[in-house]
């Protein structure tokens, strides 16, 4: 049960030109579901992409990246659900390689111009025969108006396919900016989530798009959770087939602006919906932490409320028992935190004030609030000029049965 | 449901002598249960205790540091349930020292004499009144044999009584060591757990009783977690009443040993009793990392997995879906690793080999650990000599309705 979610309906997904979409159904892991994505690139588009920092990275994280670093132009994306190619060694590398190669000989262009992405299983072999096979099929089904299906194929447990668009004026032009991503649960990006793709038709150089990239992924993949859980694959890909003739040349230009702004809002509303469809999620959780010295220990004490099982539980229950989010305040590492000084807002509600119980705080005001589908925790730590917000979901019985059920 | 835990029969605590313990029903949460524990310590005694590291420590903390750093010699140990009288500012330090202010009365002893302790819901107002008028009984109860009923009353979420005993020859003279502890959820300690007492009756001088306690600590409640929240009032005290006559006067000294191996024993076995009886429990996990460069990332990367909700639902369903602990192993911030050398066992299965799937590996043989009610998750790192072993439990539907309905 997603909180305040509803597929997009495939009107609302405005094509990019300049790519081109086609799925199948490869029967990866389960026979007669879409499972296979590929995306054809125009020839003078730009890629950027960001990866999990996870350690034990994917396969196909550490082939893209190759791929990407190799300097050749991309011309394809090549993503598949149902098994993660990761914790599988030299012969995992080799399967996302042969899976590259026949995507290249499909489309007709080198192996370097080919981004392979993967999600699923963790440590179990890639078929990647079942995936070459599945090719024909999604390449014949290759179109610009086919986000919908996309979406769709790249799902594991999400309930609900993600996807945002949007477009932007600029004189007599129109560029048009949309983007898919899927996750449900291992949930906490790190450099951005599994998987998330934003296409526009800017025309926007490498080196932009990449600093574009980061600005986005850290404001929308890099501040949700779900269950604190780094996934292997983590991918947040950019892409800029520059189809519009609109060129976007330094990060100055008022054309700029407005299309950061826009894949900021697309980037935002994508990753907030992998939050609303959390893994058995009844809740969405807005954390911000305000009057900190600096961004990160705001962002380490919203990451404690965010993560904490006894929060989380608390929010299922509709139970205001907002002690736990001072003990969660207390052990986030800000080692010499003034406690005294804190405030603790539920929405517009003062729970604690100076570091203890607000005395005109009533419990029927926080049952008020938590009884909501969506909830604002607002943390005042009085100690400087920094914020930052988070997003997460509450901690259900089926984020336990999901997960205790994954491969049956 | 605990983990192969039973509780102590009276018989199995062996009284220390010089310490004596009395229970009342105060009523603090609720009427009808023993949830007042007091200990008088003769005179001679010493008491070395740590504390929480959460910057909300609790009133009680606050306050029985504040008693020990005075260098009175302590007389009595005062322990609440039902409140934990944290997360409320200085009100609550005013309640706390109502209730060591009505012990000091009690006992004919001065105020810092005495160290206070509480457990319970957070950020709710002490009720100092019906504690102090609960003394008189608790009091009338002070007996030497009477660890049973204190393990009872410090209970919270705890389905079982936690207590432990040893006795130890020394030549003619017999040493007792004897101890109880509670904790079932909010388990991650940071210098020790909430609650646990251990107590001898041989004669310690404070510094050596201090060291001794933390190396107890480090080894036995300092190495569980439950659920990663570390809790605002943990406490482990360790109580020397010298009532024996038996004098330890140095480190280096055989009767040191022995004693430390006795109380290393106690300890260990209290916090491996709350990991057993963890809110939901059904298995008890150990998690030991080799190989490592130092203890402290051989910690780190048993703690991201023993946090992690994937991991701890997949334990619960008995599935050998074994690369979320890869992926565990792969977030824990040990940024130089290279997963090419890491081995992974489940008890004596190989199931990882050099950093992916072992090619021998048969589900089958996983299949058959996951069953087990005890399980060992073995890490081997290949870069270094040091290792560590932490002990968890999973995460069943019990941790979330445990948790969701706990005030109610």
Redesign the interface.
């Given at each position: 049960m997603a909180v305040k979610l509803l597929p997009p309906t495939p009107e609302q997904l405005r094509p990019v030109p300049g790519l081109e979409l086609g799925v199948a159904m490869a029967g990866v892991r389960k026979p007669g579901r879409k499972d296979l994505l590929l995306m054809r690139l125009a020839e003078g588009g730009t890629v950027a992409g960001v990866f999990t920092?996870?350690?034990?990275?994917a396969a196909p994280v550490l082939l893209a990246r190759r791929h990407l670093d190799s300097g050749a132009a991309p011309r394809a994306l090549v993503i598949n659900t149902g098994n993660?190619n990761?914790?599988?060694?030299?012969?995992?590398l080799r399967r996302a390689q042969t899976v590259c190669a026949a995507v290249a000989a499909q489309l007709g262009c080198a192996v370097e111009q080919v981004l392979p992405f993967s999600t699923g299983?963790?440590?179990?072999?890639l078929p990647a025969d079942r995936i070459v096979a599945g090719l024909p099929a999604a390449a014949a089904d290759l179109r610009a108006d086919n986000w919908s299906d996309a979406a769709q194929a790249i799902m594991t447990t999400d309930t609900i396919p993600k996807a945002a668009s949007r477009s932007l004026k600029l004189g007599s032009r129109t560029l048009t900016i949309t983007g898919i991503a899927k996750g449900a649960?291992?949930i906490?990006p790190?450099m951005a989530t599994m998987l998330g793709f934003v296409a526009t038709d800017a025309a926007v150089p490498a080196g932009l798009l990449h600093s574009l990239l980061r600005e986005a992924a850290d404001a929308s993949f890099n501040s949700i959770t779900v269950?604190?859980?780094?996934?292997?694959n983590d991918s947040f890909m950019l892409i800029a087939t520059g189809a519009s003739g609109v060129k976007i040349a330094s990060a100055d230009s008022p054309e700029y602006a407005a299309l950061r702004d826009a894949v900021m809002a697309v980037s935002i509303e994508l990753a907030q919906a992998i939050v609303r469809d959390g893994e058995g999620a009844t809740k969405f959780i807005t954390v911000t932490v305000q009057g900190g010295r600096d961004r990160e220990e705001c962002r380490r004490i919203g990451y404690a409320i965010a993560?904490?099982?006894?929060v989380k539980?608390?929010f299922?229950?509709s139970?205001p028992?907002?002690?736990?989010i001072?003990?969660?305040?207390?052990?986030a590492g800000?080692?010499d935190?003034d406690?005294?000084k804190v405030d603790l807002y539920l929405d517009q509600v003062l729970v604690?004030r100076?570091?203890?119980?607000n005395p005109e705080y009533r419990e029927e005001d926080g049952n008020a609030v938590m009884k909501q589908p969506e909830i604002t925790v607002r943390v005042d730590l009085h100690r400087g000029p920094a914020e930052a917000t988070l997003w997460t979901c509450d901690?259900?019985?089926d984020?336990?049965?999901i997960?205790?059920?994954?491969?049956?």
């Open positions: 920092q996870n350690r034990f990275c993660a990761a914790g599988t060694g030299e012969d995992g299983v963790i440590m179990e072999p649960g291992m906490k790190n269950d604190g859980d780094t996934s292997t993560h904490s099982p006894l539980t608390a299922f229950a139970d028992n907002l002690g736990r001072l003990a969660a305040i207390g052990y800000v080692t935190l406690t005294s604690a100076q570091g203890g119980r901690f259900s019985f984020y336990v049965k997960n205790a059920e994954y491969r049956t």
